[in-house]
Each structure stands twice: as structure tokens, then as C-alpha cells.
């Protein structure tokens, strides 16, 4: 997956509090960054370094992955996973659409501060109408937010299909792999959100069905 989204490799591993990749439209703070992990061992390095480098700085962070993943970065942290805030994302993101509302409730919490958010969106066992919609919100977010939040969101580049990987390389203006960062060569920018526009399928037959009357 990703062929020919490679890009050129940036100096260090993660954006830390200082100089971070800007966002397609210049947005000089902003990241969006796609970590494509292939072990649980490069995600908690990743992940943990990336949180850590936040609370030095005394920056608000939230993370929401599912379970494993969480105590994964809760054991990278020590006493500091106390500062984090965590969230279960199967159960925050089992309707994708919560996700940037979660984002922003949290970034309200924290006027004037900058926020990092960890979110790790699919995960193989979700449905394919799940993955498309899931990375319609990863598109989403080059829109939804400005310079004063920073976001990672791992995939598992070894257990998800290549289409889902392709398209983390188009809604990411910046990517992860091995330890280096890259530019995403495959960013869609504005286009990215049009791209996955695509109509969910069918119900399944044994799907109940609901009427409704318009109230009088």
C-alpha cells in the first residue's frame, strides 16, 4: 500500500510542541500526522513519545484508541497517564461522526492552549462502511480545526487493508513509517473529502425498520 506516496523525510521522528508541519493551506501549528505502525512496540515508541513530549510541555492531551492500545500508552506514561484524558474509541467512534465534536469539546475545555489529540480511527475488525466513513472525519479534520490542535492517528499498517491505507495517505498531509516523518505525496487536499464521497451500501435484509409520521 501507498505506492508512490512517499515523501521526502523530515529531521527527527515526531512533531514535538515546537516546529510542526504546517497543514496544506499554511496553517503554520497545525499537524495531522498518520502514524502506519506495524508493531504493538512502534506504536506505544510513537504514541508514547508523542504524549510525553506534550505533557512537558504542558499541553492538554486526549487519547482515544481502543482498550489494548490505551494501557499500551498508559504504561509508556507512568504517574503522568493521570494528565491524560483517555477515551474508548469503539465507543466514542462507533458512529464516526462524534469524533470532531469530542475534539472540540475537549479543545473548549482548554481555552488559549494547545491541545493533542491521538485518535486511532479504524481498526480491522470494523466494517468497510465503517472504514469509508471513518476517513471521511479524517478528511474532516484538515477543515475542522486550526493551529492550536495536533494530531496523531495510528494505523495498523500490517492488519488493515490496503484501500484504508491508501486512503490514510490521502486525508494525512504528513506521514509516520519507521521512525521518520515524510510528506504525504498522496495528499488530497481539498479534493480528499469528494474522493471518499461514496454511498454507503445497501442494509442488510435482516436490518428492523422504523417509520416515522411527522409530529402535527
Known amino acids: 500500500p501507498g505506492a508512490g506516496a512517499a515523501g521526502s523525510a523530515r529531521t527527527g521522528s515526531l512533531p514535538m510542541v515546537g516546529p510542526v508541519p504546517e497543514a496544506a493551506d499554511g496553517r503554520a501549528g497545525f499537524a495531522h500526522v498518520a502514524l ?15 504524549v510525553l513530549a506534550g505533557l512537558e510541555a504542558d499541553v492538554a492531551v486526549m487519547v482515544a484508541v481502543p482498550a489494548e492500545h490505551a494501557r499500551l500508552v498508559a504504561s509508556c506514561l507512568g504517574d503522568s497517564a493521570e494528565r491524560v484524558v483517555f ?49 471521511r472525519h479524517e478528511a ?5 480545526f486550526g493551529p492550536n490542535v495536533q494530531i496523531l492517528c495510528p494505523y495498523a499498517a500490517a492488519g488493515l487493508p490496503a484501500d484504508v491505507i491508501d486512503a490514510a495517505e490521502r486525508t494525512h498531509p504528513v506521514l509516520m513509517r519507521d521512525g521518520r516523518l515524510q510528506d504525504s505525496l498522496a495528499h488530497a487536499g481539498a479534493t480528499g473529502l469528494a474522493e471518499l464521497d461514496r454511498a454507503l451500501p445497501a442494509p442488510p435484509s435482516q436490518a428492523g425498520v422504523f417509520s416515522y409520521r411527522e409530529d402535527p
Open 36 to 50: 502506519l505502525y506495524r508493531s504493538a512496540g512502534d506504536f506505544a515508541a510513537a504514541v508514547g513519545d508523542f
Open 87 to 135: 477515551a474508548d474509541m469503539p465507543a466514542l467512534g462507533r458512529n464516526p461522526g462524534r469524533i470532531i465534536p469530542a475534539i472540540q469539546a475537549f479543545a473548549d475545555c482548554h481555552p488559549g492552549k494547545l491541545v493533542r489529540y491521538v485518535g486511532e480511527p479504524v481498526w480491522p475488525s470494523r466494517t468497510a462502511a465503517e472504514q469509508a466513513e471513518a476517513m
Open 140 to 144: 474532516l479534520l484538515n477543515l475542522a
